[in-house]
């Protein structure tokens, strides 16, 4: 509690000088041309509330903003950084994203990896990393809910949630949109969308999207020419509302997606030893490889959400179906040629692998009070169930044939209850209390090992039952500023990973969290401005991390016993003028491994910079987590142009995260150098606003950096996305 009186005297500081802000915006009040920002209105607590109310630090991200990020056919990882403590990466490419909140997340790339962050896509979690890839297109929003939300929403949440929601049906209106764009290396990109009312009570939203991108990186090994990097992205989404009268409403959604194209490009040698810089010679538009690279995947998926409003209480279902039908990929692990080729390694690594099918089904089952009164509350219940088959494969280096494979299954189910209260103590002061119990089961075995010796068990059962909890209070100073406080706890399901031919099948104990944030939030300028500031402080026990590599190719779950996190975030955004927006924000996040006997595995060849155990092996004890940086800074600015038939435009954006471990010891080679990325998009808007034209540019310096590596066999690693330059327009009905 000592933390959290530290954390409240810095923010009655703090609101001290915001409220003096507000009183002299208020005695002075802006002329009536002045424009103000729109409220916000969030579901953080699975209400609809503004967000200055709500007890967690939530930021949303909507309209332009995704447009602008995603202009130049990128996918979910470009939100990385683009609020306060989120981070996202991959080493599978489009495939696989890998969610980092406050530092905290994970960075097991195996088949049945569980994260602690959650995503939830349209009220239906996106439990394994291959559903949460999912592209963005014909969005309303995307809400970042930092820190535990254990008790409201399901399924591994102690670090946090990312929840997309698409745009609805609409009843009584024909209208819809297009957006197309082309750009460097052949990137063309559409989405659109049309809704189409079928009576007074049926609407239909078709949603679509279609990306490619060109191969432009050649392989000099083979002299095969833009033989990488490209890839064709296709993804539907069709949904319908029947809203026969004000108490009943059903919506209803069928969405897929098909991606084929090049795996993660693993560059061979592409660190210079000793440093963390590109090795000399290094081109971004070729690679000298062995072996094939290739990946494709097949998602597809079902919800149906109803509620029923009996006046006094409202009552939700919700049940959700994803499937995975096939996934697969395949590259040199490697990433070079054999030891007396171009670009020598010291070995060869060829292996591919994936799902052969998922399914996924859940059901909540929800009832929340609408009470005229100071007390209301929700409750529910909760159903998950999980099967996936996983495989992976070697290959021959020479030859191209397999080697061996193994075949693994994993069934994962889930019972949860829940409930919250609210009470208005006061007309400024409201509490907020929740509980959720869960028990969570999961059978995982070995179906088939060809020229596999497998070590141990060929199956494993794990479960556990937990009871989480939180607390918060939120006070309003005034009518403009809010101060909240709030406790929190989660936990993440024991994991399970797949066997291979020298690690047995390994398990990693559930992992806990309890958390401690404070924060405020204020309405600035007579709504010309908006700001929100968060300290926050957790310890995580049992934290389930994942071994990779080291002197083989080979992943393992640990637990470490204890990690502790503590930072403090911003979000801001104001009208400078009439026509100039900006916005801002910012996060420091300290994360530090709690294990004095904690030791990995070495790398292959790199400098370890951690001390060694009597084996050799680096000790993490006091390290930050991978892929957490310790600073994020973002930042937006819009600049208009009014003329007489429409609107000329100037927007730029900025990305900035420090500098990041790779992996869990520490090393001069597999240090991620810090990381900033801009775009610029100008271009003129007419019929208020309904067609647009535009030229973009992303990473617009063209910004290089090594942002992963490959340790158990050289100084392999990956590589950012380079610059874009294209045109774009956008048209509405």
Known sequence: MMKLSKMHKRLLALSAMLPMGSAMAQQAPAAPATPQLET???????????????????????????????????????????????????????????????GYGNTDFSTFAS????????????????????????????????????????????????????????????????????????????DGAVNVPLSDEWAMRVSMLRQHRDNFVSNIATGQKDAYEGYNEEAERVQFLYQPNTTFNALFNVHSRETTGSARLFRGNLIKKGTNDFASGYDFDSIATNGLNMQNLSTNGANARLSWDLGSVKLFSITGYEGVDGYYSRGDIDGGTTATGANPVPFQVQTGGGLSGLTQYTQE?????????????????????????GFSNNYDSTTELQTSHLASHQKNTAEAVFGSLSYAATDALMLRGGLRYTDDKKQFNTVQAVNVVQVGPQAVEESKSKTNWDLSAAYKLDKDTSLYSRIATGFRAPSIAAANSSVPITVAAAETITSYEAGIKADLWNRRGR?????????????????????????????????????????????????FKVTAGGSYNFTKIDDPTLSVAKCGQCTITNPVNAAGNPLINGNPLPQAPKWIVNATARYNIPTENGNFFVLTDWAYRSKINFFLYESTEFTGKSLLEGGLRAGYNWAGGKYEAAVFSRNITNTKRIVGGIDFDNLTGFVNDPRQVGVQFKGGF
């Open 40 to 102: 916000v209105t969030v579901t953080a607590q699975r209400r609809t509330e503004n967000i200055r109310d709500v007890p967690v630090a939530v930021s949303m991200l909507k309209d332009e903003v995704l447009d602008v990020i995603t202009s130049g056919g990128g996918d979910i990882r470009e939100l990385a950084g683009r609020v306060p403590s989120l981070n996202i990466e991959s080493s599978n490419g489009r495939t696989f994203p890998r969610f980092y909140i406050r």
């Open 115 to 190: 994260q602690p962050v959650s995503l939830i896509y349209d009220d239906i979690v996106q439990e394994n990393p291959i559903l949460k890839g999912f592209p963005i297109f014909d969005l309303a929003d995307v809400e970042v809910l930092r820190g535990p939300q254990g008790t409201l929403f399901g399924r591994n949440t102690p670090a946090g949630v990312v929840k997309f929601e698409s745009e609805k049906p609409k009843l009584g209106k024909t209208e819809g949109y297009y957006n197309v764009s082309t750009a460097t290396h052949g990137t063309d990109n559409f």
């Open 365 to 389: 089952f929800r009832a929340e009070s609408k009470y005229d009164t100071p007390l209301n509350w929700q409750a529910g219940v909760y159903y998950f169930s999980e099967n996936a088959n």
């Open 531 to 579: 700001v929100a500031f968060s300290v926050y402080d957790y310890t995580i026990k049992n934290q389930q991390l994942t071994v990779v590599g080291g002197t083989s190719n080979v992943t393992k779950l640990i637990n470490a016993a204890k990690t502790q996190g503590h930072g403090a975030e911003v979000d801001f955004e104001a009208f400078v003028t009439p026509d």
